[in-house]
């Protein structure tokens, strides 16, 4: 994963005075999020696609490798490569539940 | 400091956020075709919207100095109903001599499916028949990866395609490389919940330079910000950026690509060419 180092012109101690206090805020309404799920009226999204997604990048999250924002993008993407017969819907989920039977698949034309 | 929003979907905004743009800079707006938040009934309904973004739109968009450009074509949103498809791709090139008509986009794909492939192959055909710049939309979520793949793939296999003269949008930390790499132009569309925002996109910059690559607010009737070019501006300046690398992002890159353009003016504060004069 390619690194990038120096990139940022500021020092991390500058990026923390200019931005703490946001990404702390985004921290927090993830924590809440996941509490307020835990409270929710019935445990009854526990094997959703979109919950096993949002775990499984909060894993990529806490990890000390860079790259962490394109790993966990690929973790919501949708690896599968196969075209649709038709659309299933106008809109995206944000997560796929779709399996991924060949990520690196090429694509047939 | 004066900006081209590469991407505003103008329709679907109020005159105020003209007043806004104008008094933060805003020289000129791209505004690609776009799904108005319900399939249309039948081509009839494109004409009357194609009129709409060449001739009221670019008018508005004048009295407060700003030149309005536009791209048309049938969404990629739209892309699966194969005969409208056909009936609005013959409606086009009757609104290709307008003088605010840039080229063919928004074009791309929505859910990847075989049909909206098909009609964004045609789109393209059509692009190439009458010499006109191409501008791409890439799936929003889950579906980005893959459609951005599959459209990079599909384009560059074809040795008719000049990658310089097409933008591929919405680009994201996963797919800018492959955007980049194969030497199309890219846009990185800033909204507040399901896109870049202006702190990614100017990582994305950071780490890949400034070749090649716009900034944009997207801005439609979903959750948006017409300002969001501005914003970048601001964010771009308290991260330490200098203003020459921030005017090269956000005018002489759009100005770059948008001159391949016969019908692209050089924009000037207070100057603005448009369709309308």
């Not at chain 2, 020289?27 to 009221?56: C, I, K, M, N």
């Not at chain 2, 393209?124 to 599959?150: N, W």
């Not at chain 2, 914003?231 to 759009?254: K, M, Q, S, T, Y």
Request: aromatic share 6%; glycine share 6%.
């Amino acid at each position: 994963m390619a690194f990038h180092p120096g990139t940022c012109l500021l020092t991390q101690t500058e990026l923390l005075d200019l931005s703490f206090m946001e990404h702390r805020a985004q921290l927090l309404a993830v924590a809440a999020f996941l509490d307020r799920l835990d409270r929710a009226k019935g445990a009854s999204a526990e094997e959703d696609f979109r919950l096993r997604a949002f775990r499984e990048a909060l894993e990529v999250l806490t990890s000390d490798e860079p790259g962490r924002v394109k790993r966990a993008q690929m973790l919501l993407s949708d690896q599968n490569l196969e075209l649709l017969d038709l659309r299933d819907s106008q809109s995206a989920f944000g997560a796929s539940r779709r399996s991924a039977v060949e990520p690196n698949a090429e694509v047939e034309q | 400091m004066n900006y081209i929003d590469m991407h505003a979907h103008m329709i679907s905004r109020t005159t105020d956020d003209y007043h806004r743009m104008a008094l933060t800079g805003c020289l000129a707006v791209t505004e690609p075709a776009f799904w108005s938040g319900r399939d249309r009934l039948g081509p009839q309904a494109f004409a009357d919207y194609f009129d709409h973004l060449t001739t009221f739109e670019p008018a508005r968009a004048a009295q407060y100095g700003i030149a309005h450009y536009t791209w048309l074509c049938l969404n990629p949103k739209e892309g699966e109903d194969r005969e409208l498809a056909r009936q609005v791709l013959a409606l086009i090139p009757d609104f290709l001599e307008r003088p605010n008509v840039l080229g063919i986009g928004e074009i791309g794909l929505n859910r990847v499916t075989r049909n909206e492939l098909a009609t964004f192959h045609d789109h393209v055909e059509l692009a190439l028949e009458h010499g006109q710049l191409i501008h791409i939309h890439t799936p929003h979520l889950e579906d980005k990866y893959k459609g951005t793949r599959v459209m990079v793939e599909a384009l560059a296999s074809d040795p008719r395609i000049d990658p310089g003269r097409v933008m591929i949008d919405h680009a994201e930390e996963h797919t800018v490389e492959m955007i980049l790499d194969h030497g199309f132009w890219t846009g990185l569309t800033l909204y507040p919940r399901t896109k870049a925002s202006p702190a990614r996109a100017i990582d994305m910059i950071e780490m890949h330079g400034p070749g090649r690559i716009v900034v944009a607010s997207a801005c439609d009737w979903g959750p948006s910000d017409a300002l969001a070019v501005p914003e970048f501006v601001l964010e771009a300046r308290r991260r330490g950026h200098d203003d020459a690398l921030i005017e090269r992002i956000v005018l002489d890159n759009p100005a770059q690509f948008l001159g391949q353009s016969s019908k692209f003016i050089p924009v000037k504060p207070g100057r603005a060419k448009v369709a309308a004069d």
